[in-house]
């Protein structure tokens, strides 16, 4: 069975600064492991994957994510925030039944 | 190509009453999968649909039902719905298998009175 602990329920930063959104899976299989966003009132997104291969993957508007095996983590990270990536951002988590699990979200804010 | 299509957008029904959501999948999608979004939550997986059959199914009881059609849409259907199945109900595609991520339509936003 699969699932995934998102760290922090809001997260704020200030426009420019690192934004830093913490995931940790849990999976009995080799995960694939996803990073999805949610504007108001739509649909999910997905920023970036991670199935096999490079560890490092960088998705869409800048995002990028590290796979870290021994940490079961996958951590979202941007260098430099902007207004526009306020939203809610989901980590979830698939394994061999290919039925993919959420976290409950990070609600990010960004400060002016 | 076009993506994931939900209708309606919003509905409002009333306690007792059934409702059916429809969604039609990505051009070259042919595994629809259905998941409820509380306000505030992560999607909650309902169950997923492959080739017309039900492939996998959530902690949901069985007046949530659904129906893959040969086009690959599908429906969701509520029976006897209650106050707590007020929600967003996303559906989603991909092709075989969800390790290449699955493509959300824009939900269906249900309230329950």
């Known amino acids: 069975a699969q699932s995934v602990t998102q760290l922090g329920s809001h997260v704020s930063v200030s426009e420019g600064a690192l934004v830093l959104l913490r995931c940790n899976y849990s999976?009995?299989?080799?995960?694939?492991l996803f990073w999805y966003v949610q504007y108001p009132n739509q649909g999910l997104q997905l920023l970036l994957k991670?199935?096999?291969?490079?560890?490092l993957v960088k998705g869409i508007n800048g995002f990028e994510a590290e796979f870290k095996k021994s940490e079961t983590s996958f951590h979202l990270t941007k260098p430099s925030a902007h207004m526009s990536d306020a939203a809610e951002y989901f980590c979830?988590?698939?394994?061999?039944?290919?039925?993919?699990?959420f976290g409950k979200g990070t609600r990010l804010h960004i400060l002016p | 190509e076009t993506g994931v299509t939900q209708s309606p957008t919003h509905l409002i029904k009333t306690r007792g009453q059934q409702v059916t959501l429809r969604c039609s999948s990505q051009?070259?999608?042919?595994?629809v999968s259905w998941y409820q979004q509380a306000l505030g939550q992560g999607p909650q997986f309902i169950f997923q649909?492959?080739?017309?059959?039900?492939?996998g199914r959530g902690n949901f009881p069985p007046r949530f039902s659904g129906l893959q059609f040969p086009n690959y849409s599908s429906e969701l259907n509520v029976n006897a719905l209650e106050l707590d199945d007020s929600a967003l109900y996303l559906c989603?595609?991909?092709?075989?298998?969800?390790?290449?991520?699955?493509?959300f339509g824009s939900g269906t936003r249900l309230t329950v009175v």
């Open positions: 979830a988590v698939s394994g061999r039944d290919d039925k993919i699990i």
């Open positions: 051009s070259g999608h042919n595994t």
């Open positions: 991670y199935t096999t291969g490079a560890t």
């Open positions: 989603a595609s991909s092709y075989f298998t969800g390790a290449y991520g699955y493509t």
């Open positions: 999976s009995s299989v080799p995960p694939y």
């Open positions: 649909y492959y080739r017309e059959e039900e492939n």
